[in-house]
C-alpha cells in the first residue's frame, strides 16, 4: 500500500488559497492536526487536509464569507473523492472555495494515482475538466 501523501504548512496554504500564516493559525488552534517529520517540519496529511479543505469551503474563509473569484483555467487543489465504477470514476477537486467534479475513466484515475489526499491540479477547458497529478 502506498504511503499517506504529507503537506508542508506552505504547501497546505496554497492549496487552501491562503497565506502560510493563517494555515499556520489553523493549524496552532487545532483546527487541522498536524505531525512533525524526522527534520522537524510540521506536516498535515493528505487526508487531513481533504477534509478541512471540504469543511474551510462549506463555512467560507477566515472572516466567514466565501470568495467570488477564480483562477483562470487551472485549478490546483487537493483530492477530495474518488468513486470508482467498473469503466468510469468521478473524482472531486477542492481547490481553495471551488469544487471541482471530472467524470474520466478508471484506467486514468489509476495511472494518475489519484486517491483522498493527493494533490491534483484540474484544468477547465469549454465543458471538460481535465485532471493533472502535480
Do not use: C
Request: net charge neutral; charged share 25%; hydrophobic share 40%.
Amino acid at each position: 500500500m502506498a504511503r499517506m501523501q504529507s503537506y508542508t504548512i506552505g504547501q497546505a496554504a496554497r492549496l487552501l488559497g491562503v497565506s502560510p500564516d493563517t494555515a499556520r493559525r489553523w493549524a496552532d488552534a487545532g483546527r487541522v492536526p498536524t505531525h512533525r517529520d524526522e527534520g522537524g517540519r510540521r506536516l498535515i496529511d493528505g487526508r487531513d487536509l481533504a477534509a478541512f479543505s471540504v469543511e474551510l469551503a462549506q463555512t467560507g474563509g477566515e472572516d466567514g464569507t466565501a470568495s467570488h473569484t477564480s483562477v483562470r483555467n487551472a485549478f490546483p487543489g487537493i483530492v477530495t473523492a474518488v468513486k470508482l465504477g467498473d469503466v468510469a470514476a468521478q473524482v472531486e477537486i477542492q481547490a481553495g472555495p471551488h469544487r471541482l467534479v471530472s467524470l474520466l475513466t478508471r484506467e486514468a484515475v489509476e495511472e494518475l494515482g489519484l486517491e483522498v489526499g493527493v494533490e491534483a491540479t484540474a484544468r477547465v477547458k469549454s465543458t471538460n475538466v481535465h485532471i493533472d497529478r502535480t
